[in-house]
Each structure stands twice: as structure tokens, then as C-alpha cells.
DNA sequence: TTTGAGCGG
């Protein structure tokens, strides 16, 4: 006699969270619009830019999705990042399910362990779909957590690189709110320096909180020399940034570098 | 919390 609903193995156990997938509407997904942080002059094209995606809501077409061999040399998957460990398959697929684009998704997990690996693929049903939900969510938060979206394009499994676009410059960025996401940060360096390739905001893999601190990347090296100076101290969401060089992690072998 | 890390089958 052994109670047979003992046995629930704990590295599957429910989130910490709630039940994410016995969530009645399906519309928490609803982007949030970043709070009041900072964006000087170009607010405007921004909010521009979400209100039309939001207006085209796109419908799941079954027979345009298989119908279309297309030009299949073009890249449908996005890999996202930052997963913690009870963010399986069901809640991403949750999370875009209602675009009703998803072909697939799939959690990269130690063979050993089973746990996550924090990234995973998501498959789209065409590479439209993956660039409009790439555009829509990456940055914006995920959904019963505290941290953002890491999307990207998945480009080394597929052997072909999204744009490279020749060498970055780096900034250190401490400092920051705990609200602070890559795209605030990226937008604020953006809005005066237009060469902001991106922004990222280092996270605790365990808790997905902020760690206070981020990186700015641009493709022009004298506007990272200019922000470097003219943005320190500058306030992203409630408080100011305090800039620094950033230390280069890699290092390309054979590669000399200024 | 103050110098990350992110590509499978």
C-alpha cells in the first residue's frame, strides 16, 4: 500500500510561481510598456512602432504555414536565454501562443541532470512571424516573472549569422534600478547615440533578478567614448548610472585589439 | 549584489 501521489520528483515540480498554464485569460502576455524611465526625444517613434504591431494581430493560418515551402533558407527560430529552471516547454509556448506563429519549442536540458540549460529555441512559423515576435517581446517582461524577454535570432544553427555588423564597443553600466530591462537601458543610450547596437542587463540565473549592473554596446567607437563621460550620471528609470569601460570576456586568438 | 555569456537535434 503506497500512496501513489508521493511520488512527485522535485526537479519537475510545479514552479515556485503558481500554475502559469491555469491561467484563465491569455492576454497577460500583454506587453507592458516599459514604466517611467527616461527616453528623451525619440518616445514617440517607439510607441509608434508597438502600437502597430499590436494593431496587426496576426492569425494562425495552418494551411499558409505548411503551404508555404517558400525560400526556406530563411531562419523561422529565435533562441531565447535567461530560462530559469521551471520554464519548460508549455510556458513558453504559452507565452506566444495566442500570435498563434509558433511551429515549436524546445528547452536545451543537461543530459545528466535534466535541468535547464536557461535557453531554448523557439520555432515560428515563418521568419515574418519569428522577426515580428522577436521585435514584439524581446525586452518586454516574461510572464509570472521579474525579468525580460532574451530573444535573438537563432543564427549558429542554422550557419548563418544575423547581421554582423563589423566590431562593437562596449560600455560597463552600474548603478542600475531594479526595474532597469535591456531595452530601457539600450533606449537610453539610444535616444542620443545612434549607433546603440544593444544593451543587456546582467541577471542571476537563479532568481532572474537584476544584478545593478548591464552592458551597452555600439557600433561607433567615439559616441562609447562620448557616452562614456556624457552619460555618467544620467538617470535610467530612478537612479543614476555610474559607467564604466567593460572588462572584454572574450578574447579572439590572432586578434589584435586596441 | 557593480564587469555577462548565449546556440540544439
Redesign the pocket.
Known sequence: MQPANSMVPQSMAAPPQQQYQQQPQQHWMAQQQPAAYQVPQQQSAYYYQQQQQQQQQPQYNAAAASAQPTSSDEIR?L?I??LQFWMDEPYIQNCFAHTGEVA???V??N?QSGQS?????V?FISHAAAERNLQTYNGSMMPNSEQPF?L???????GEK?SDNGPEY?I?V???A?DVTDYMLQETFRANYPSVK?A?V????V?G???????V?FADESEQLHAMTEMNGKFCST?PM?I???????SVPGQVQG
Not at 546582467?202 to 540565473?205: G, I
Not at 533578478?209 to 552592458?215: E, Q
Open positions: 527560430s533562441w536565454g535567461d515549436s519549442v524546445k536545451i536540458r543530459k540549460e536557461g535557453y531554448g529555441f520555432e532574451r535573438n535570432w537563432a543564427s549558429l544553427g542554422s544575423r562596449t560597463f552600474g548603478d542600475l531594479a544593444g543587456k546582467v541577471t542571476d540565473r532568481t533578478r537584476t544584478k545593478g549592473y548591464g552592458f554596446k537612479r555610474r564604466g569601460h567593460a572588462a572584454n570576456k572574450k
